[in-house]
Nanobody, 120 residues
């Protein structure tokens, strides 16, 4: 039983900023890589950014220099700071976490998704 609760999505004008948060809870012994994905209708779900337990980050080319992923291990939370937003950033954003549970299951857990809309 692992839950990822996302927040921070909404409607923003081009050039604006949003900060997404995702807090993990449940039977979690450890969290390894955490990440953010996004999906537009008709497209495949794509990786936006990910961060390892040691703080190593990886970004999609389309968001480099604009988005920043970070995490608070004590709070079991991953963040995505999104700046200089463009209409093409519009999508449903999903957070993910590779978790080790107290039941000794190591797997990837997903959030429910939060809508981000960039429009004038």
């Amino acid at each position: 039983q692992v839950q990822l609760a996302e927040s921070g999505g909404g409607l923003v004008q081009p050039g604006g900023s949003l900060r997404l948060s995702c807090a993990a809870s449940g039977s979690i012994l450890n969290i390894y890589t955490m990440g953010w994905y996004r999906q537009v209708p008709g497209n495949q779900r794509e990786l936006v950014a990910e961060i390892t337990s040691n703080g190593i980050t990886n970004y999609a080319d389309s968001v480099k220099g604009r988005f920043t992923i970070s995490r608070d291990n004590a709070a079991k939370t991953v963040y995505l700071q999104m700046n200089s937003l463009k209409p093409e950033d519009t999508a449903v954003y999903y957070c993910s976490a590779e978790v080790l549970t107290y039941e000794r299951s190591r797997h990837e857990s997903w959030g429910q998704g939060t809508q981000v809309t960039i429009s004038s």
